[in-house]
């Protein structure tokens, strides 16, 4: 082993003294600065080249050079979710969302949602490229598995040169980045062309095509992440925005007394706290004193579970009902803007198992949100509230977004925080059920306590499922259009074909004719 560490160690200085020698002088205005200072510094992302190319010196050079270049083309270390044209991500034609049963990250292309067009193709290939760089960037180069979803598609959708630049980027620009390509339901129509992207893909590659249908498509992707339309129980729908599967990190002040790196939050804003649970305390207690900041801040884990529900705190209205957790409410939480006050909301969780469910609560926007608790445990058959706070002069943004992680622990296992703590690194991500939250926020002149009122009742306006229900009616009464004009274009050549057999018969019998009286 530590001979072979050494002989990968000499290849990868092998590679960096050539390239600076042999490719840098004559192009470097053709690489990113970047790009050339990470290859010297970053070790493994040198390594996935030289494995990528069977650790040939001369053709893992050749791959850094062409990435290196399409990377400098594409500007991909430049690529951000504001450059980009907001309707290439409102398509809903490529995502990340998921995981194999190897615990791969699954990269969505759902092909009935592609259109080809050559105005549009340089934009759709550099939201390929942000969203490999995006999740490269995040989990340090772990492969991802990619799933052609050709459900409901056709001749409009077939579009060989974008799906020669998807292939293109796994086999030459992001080495060792591709664990398969799960293809769902390929149309026989496309047979000849996907013969084509097996020739793109090398004899290395093939074998990572799966060409699977509903019967089989569990084989490799559990039906937990798998849509209804291909047997699966996943309820998630494709919106936008905010960004799907963006980067959930852990809130601030979690259980127990706020540490160092939550110094900068305000005195004022602990006291504020403070001084509201202290007056709900006393409404129910009046021999109760009232609790000091520094003793509202140190409270106990079991404390901040029992904690008593914020005046402000919205009642969940909707149920997402999981295989661990039922949690309210089942997508939005809703907030008000800076004008309406709202600054609370409220996450029920209901333990439907018979053990202990650990939880975490993981926000794309740390800076601006307090959960408590964030980081816990669930008892069988029962509920616990999170309270989600907006903290200082922050506003909640329709980009922010909160997952809840959940998993199953033994009974043995203690529920404290050093044994949370290591259950979450030993947990297989397989045993882990996910479920994210949207933020919605309230943009209202009206006074704030009516904007708490009418949110009581659940009276909600055109939801997500309506609307995607009436995409679908949309998308079947296309598809039988589609259908009749398919017919009408088989009865067009149908009539062509029959005409000039009919006048290829009459020609010939007038040929006759001729031959017989002359």
């Known amino acids: 082993m530590a001979e072979q560490r050494q002989d990968k160690a000499a290849l990868i200085s092998e590679i960096r003294r050539r390239f600076e020698a042999e490719y840098l002088p004559g192009k470097s205005d053709k690489y990113d600065s970047r790009d050339v200072e990470r290859l010297q510094q970053d070790d493994k992302w040198v390594e996935n080249y030289l494995f990528w190319r069977h650790d040939v010196v001369d053709d893992t050079l050749k791959m850094i050079d062409e990435s290196f270049q399409w990377r400098k083309e594409y500007t991909v270390n430049d690529l951000t979710e504001s450059v980009l044209p907001k309707w290439l991500f409102e398509n809903g034609s490529l995502f990340l969302h998921g995981y194999d049963k190897e615990g791969y990250k699954l990269f969505w292309f759902r092909v009935k949602h592609h259109i080809r067009d050559p105005k549009q193709q340089l934009e759709k290939k550099k939201l390929v490229a942000f969203w490999l760089e995006h999740y490269a960037k995040r989990d340090h180069g772990k492969p991802l598995t990619v799933v052609f979803d050709m459900a409901e598609t056709g001749i409009s959708h077939i579009d060989l040169d974008f799906v020669r630049f998807i292939v293109s980027c796994f086999t030459d620009y992001y ?10 339901e390929m149309p026989w129509i496309m047979n000849a062309a996907f013969k084509i992207v097996k020739g793109w893909l090398g004899p290395d590659a093939i074998s990572m095509l799966k060409f699977t249908n509903k019967s089989d498509v569990q084989e490799y992707i559990s039906g ?15 919106s936008y925005p905010p960004l799907v599967d963006d980067d959930f990190q852990t809130p601030l002040c979690e259980n127990g007394p706020i540490t160092s ?16 649970t202290g007056d709900l305390n006393e409404e129910q207690n009046p021999n109760q004193k009232k609790m000091n900041s520094i003793e509202q801040i140190s409270k106990s884990e079991e404390t901040d579970k029992t904690e008593i529900k914020p005046k402000n705190a919205k009642k969940a209205l909707t149920t997402f009902k999981g295989p661990l957790l039922h949690i309210s409410p089942a997508e939005e939480l809703y907030f008000g803007s800076k004008e309406t006050g709202e600054k609370k909301c409220l996450i029920v969780l209901t333990n439907v198992t018979k053990n202990i469910v650990a939880f975490k609560v993981r926000t794309t926007a740390p800076e601006k949100y307090r959960v408590k608790p964030s980081n816990s445990s669930c008892e069988p058959g029962t509920s616990l509230d999170i ?7 922050f506003a909640a943004s329709l980009q922010d977004r909160f997952l809840i992680m959940a998993a199953e622990m033994d009974q043995s296992s203690g529920a404290g925080v050093p044994e949370l703590t290591q259950f979450w690194k030993e947990v297989p991500r397989t045993k882990v059920m996910e479920h994210r939250l949207r933020c919605h926020v309230i943009e209202s002149s009206k006074p704030s306590s009516l904007t708490l009122k009418e949110n009581t009742f659940n009276i909600p306006a055109k939801t997500n499922e309506d609307l995607h229900i009436q995409l679908t009616r949309l998308l079947q ?12 274009l088989w009865f067009q050549q149908l009539s062509v074909v029959l005409s000039l057999l009919s006048v290829t018969v009459v020609a010939f019998c007038f040929y006759l004719t001729y031959t017989q009286g002359s």
């Open 261 to 276: 790196e939550d110094e900068h939050e305000s005195k004022e804003e602990i006291d504020a706290d403070t001084k509201e």
């Open 224 to 238: 937990e992440y798998l849509p209804p339309h291909m047997g699966g129980t996943d309820s998630f729908k494709y």
């Open 387 to 393: 309270i989600v706070s907006l903290h200082g002069g």
């Open 477 to 488: 009464i296309n598809k039988r259009l589609q259908e009749q004009i398919d017919r009408c």
């Open 175 to 184: 080495p060792n980045f591709l664990t398969k390509i799960v293809i769902f």
